[in-house]
């Protein structure tokens, strides 16, 4: 059964800012949601976690619903170089459980 | 500061044969893990170590072994190599297994079964 599930695919104009969902719903109270991205075929590259509070980095914005059942990255100012697969993780048991992952496409 | 680095970065592989990945950190971090990557999939969790002494199984640890050298290397290893073992293999680093240590990832190693 999946963790997470999130869209195959996504695309957003340069500049724009690119908001990427992620269903969660059997996520634990005590677990956080984290953000990674991999760019090409590199190591994935942490961004942003948050448990319940909204959260903010130099990176990224995450929204968490109430319910803590889904969470939406945005990042407020996409350029070319945030073209990656971006992954919305739970912490399962001590464990990170990674999806497949949204594939997102930035366009000039 | 090199973060998490990862030997080889390449390898292939004739089927049976045998092989260790290295893998080594230099942030002092407690926790260390080992993943597969398969093309177009996600990251799946062969062993983890959440400190010096300790190892766990994963998601996927069948046709692997690990040793927690020390605190800073955390070696893969794979007694008789199969295809499908053919894979990208990360490994990733933390302060710690519990809530909101981020992970650190190395640059992989891409590893062939023929």
């Known amino acids: 059964d999946a963790k997470t599930t999130q869209p195959t695919s996504m695309d957003c104009a340069e500049g724009r800012a690119a908001n990427l969902p992620c269903n969660h719903s059997?996520?634990?109270?005590?677990?956080?949601v984290y953000w990674y991205r991999q760019i090409h075929s590199q190591g994935p590259q942490y961004i942003i976690h948050g448990l319940k509070n909204n959260e903010t980095n130099e990176m990224a914005s995450l929204i968490i619903t109430e319910d803590r059942k889904s969470s939406t990255l945005i990042l407020p100012h996409a350029t070319l170089r945030d073209t990656a697969v971006y992954y919305c993780?739970?912490?399962?048991?001590?464990?990170?459980?990674f999806g497949a992952g949204t594939i997102l496409r930035v366009k000039s | 500061n090199a973060g998490v680095t990862q030997t080889p970065k390449f390898q292939v592989l004739k089927t049976g044969q045998s092989m260790t990945l290295q893998c080594a950190q230099d942030m002092n971090h407690n926790s260390m893990y080992w993943y597969r990557q398969d093309p177009g999939m996600g990251l799946r969790l062969i062993y983890y170590?959440?400190?010096?002494?300790?190892?766990d199984k994963g998601e996927v640890p069948n046709g692997y072994n690990v040793s927690r050298l020390n605190k800073r290397e955390f070696s893969l290893r794979l007694e008789s190599a199969a295809p499908s073992q053919t894979s990208v293999y990360f490994c990733?680093?933390?302060?710690?297994?519990?809530?909101?240590?981020?992970?650190?990832f190395g640059p992989g190693t891409r590893l062939t079964v023929t």
């Open positions: 059997t996520i634990s109270g005590n677990e956080y």
């Open positions: 993780t739970g912490e399962y048991g001590n464990k990170l459980v």
């Open positions: 170590s959440a400190s010096e002494g300790t190892t």
């Open positions: 990733a680093s933390s302060r710690g297994t519990l809530n909101s240590y981020e992970q650190y």
